[in-house]
């Protein structure tokens, strides 16, 4: 995930001013399954965002396909977690001054390789960028999707292609989630299609610590929060908990801190290991 913001209650406060009434989450229900969601696919195993990380996965016993969204210059969604193509591809430059076309020349899965050689295989070498689209048409309407909204403030109208792609493939909204670090945008898609759940995703840079204004501003439009795992504390799960809002922690790749955020009591955890969680959840 892309750290960038920091949640203000004065952020939360203007985007309420514009929201209306969103989701309450039963979180503190016993015996509450541990969402395990398979981070940019099994990235810890596959180049990240590609069809065969997410295919491993749904495998590897992955709850949900994280989704980042980035948007072409050409208006299309498209699966990547950086703003620019550089790091996952042999492009180069922004997103947002790439068509479609030229995006999808480039190779998504060679880099992974050479990063990772212990893990290479050949059949990740010109792996292909995918369009929300295609991973919609890929694994259909019934599967967990959970998608962010990555720099909506870069890409005007990524809320509304999203929504337009939702139902366009018929998505079930029982299990979709998305997530973003913005206020904004998750104010947006409320007003577009309150059904929608969302998950307010949190960045800090010391302990972590939230009031009850921040959670009773988030509750008027969002089913849960994603912090940063390293910051936050056994106290600070049991406080969103109690006030009735999903907690998915990121990005959590030791079996041992898993075990301990399922002690605290944590609603699900973002991995790049989804196998590992599975174990844990197992008792392994």
């Known amino acids: 995930m892309k750290n960038r913001v920091k949640m203000t209650i004065g952020a939360l406060a203007l985007s309420l001013s514009v929201m209306g009434s969103g989701f309450a989450a039963d979180a503190s229900e016993k015996d509450k399954e541990i ?17 065969k990380s997410y ?3 749904e495998k590897m016993h992955g709850d949900y396909i994280e989704v980042d969204l980035q948007m072409t210059k050409d208006g299309h969604l498209i699966a990547m977690h950086d703003e620019t193509l550089d790091r996952t591809t042999n492009g180069t430059g922004q997103v947002k001054d790439h068509t479609l076309e030229e995006i999808k020349k480039l190779d998504a899965g060679s880099w992974f390789n050479e990063k990772y050689p212990e893990k290479a295989k050949p059949g990740y070498v010109g792996l292909k960028v995918p369009t929300l689209e295609e991973v919609f048409q890929k694994f259909g309407k019934n599967a967990n999707y959970y998608i962010e909204t990555k720099s909506p403030e870069v890409y005007p109208g990524m809320e509304e292609a999203l929504v337009s792609l939702v139902n366009k493939y018929g998505i079930n909204k029982d299990t979709l989630l998305v997530q973003s670090f913005s206020p904004a945008s998750l104010t947006k898609m409320n007003q577009i299609d309150p059904s929608v759940k969302l998950v307010q995703l949190m960045w800090y840079t010391s302990p972590a610590a939230i009031s009850d204004a921040e959670l009773e501003a988030i509750k008027k439009y969002a089913i849960g929060i ?12 049991q406080k969103t908990v109690q006030n009735g809002l999903e907690i998915h922690p990121y990005t959590v790749n030791e079996k041992e801190e898993m075990k301990k955020l399922i002690q605290w009591g944590v ?3 973002f991995t790049n290991f989804p196998d590992l969680l599975h174990e844990v959840k197992k008792g392994r």
């Open 35 to 51: 969402l395990n969601v398979a981070h940019r696919g099994a990235s810890g195993h596959a180049p990240e965002h590609t069809i």
């Open 55 to 57: 295919k491993m996965g």
């Open 226 to 237: 994603g912090p940063n795992s390293s910051m936050i504390d056994q106290a600070y799960v």
């Open 267 to 269: 609603t699900g955890i």
